[in-house]
């Protein structure tokens, strides 16, 4: 069973995400990531596809935060991390790699990156191809246009079965 109930197909850029889906406002949608940093980094988006965040109405941006907040929250409580980094890349030169604008909710925690040098490791991380999202879901998620495949790296992109089981188990913590 789908871990929102909506009739419409919900689509993040291209690429269908209807089912890693796990919670849904008027204006936006919050999913698990294909390729999570860290554990319960997800995405926060608008319903509305849209490249920049200056191109989001003032409702829809309203929305989007409020929702980021929310979101946020219910993550940092789940994987029980003490704080959040949330990140936009609005545009391509800021490493933006799908044209639908999106915010990153990382929940972290003490020394979670030491082993890669510090608790700033996570912008490079965002910025390297390990943080490309386009890429990602171009190689496992049904999308509306062809998009090249690219290489495999050794962090293995989730399966649609983990990614909605996932998905499944968030959106009944959102509302707790």
Do not use: W
């Amino acid at each position: 069973m789908p871990p929102i109930s909506n009739s419409q197909p919900i689509y993040f850029g291209n690429f269908l995400v209807t089912r890693q889906v796990f919670h849904l406002t008027p204006y936006s949608f919050a999913l698990v990531n294909i390729k999570p940093l860290l554990p319960g980094h997800v995405l926060v988006s608008p319903q509305r596809v849209v490249a920049r965040l200056s191109d989001l109405s003032h409702a829809e941006v309203a929305d989007l935060f409020l929702t980021v907040q929310r979101v946020g929250r219910m993550v940092e409580r789940v994987y029980n991390a003490s704080s959040l980094n949330i990140a936009i890349q609005d545009g391509v030169d800021a490493g933006q790699s799908v044209p639908h604008v999106h915010t990153h909710v990382i929940p972290r925690s003490k020394a979670d990156l030491d082993e890669r040098g510090g608790s700033d490791a996570i912008y490079s991380m965002l910025e390297g191809e390990e943080g490309d999202v386009g890429k990602h879901f171009s190689e496992n998620v049904h999308q509306r246009s062809k998009f090249p495949v690219v290489d495999v790296e050794k962090r293995q992109p989730r399966s649609m079965v983990e990614m909605a089981e996932e998905a499944c188990y968030l959106a009944s913590e959102m509302d707790r």
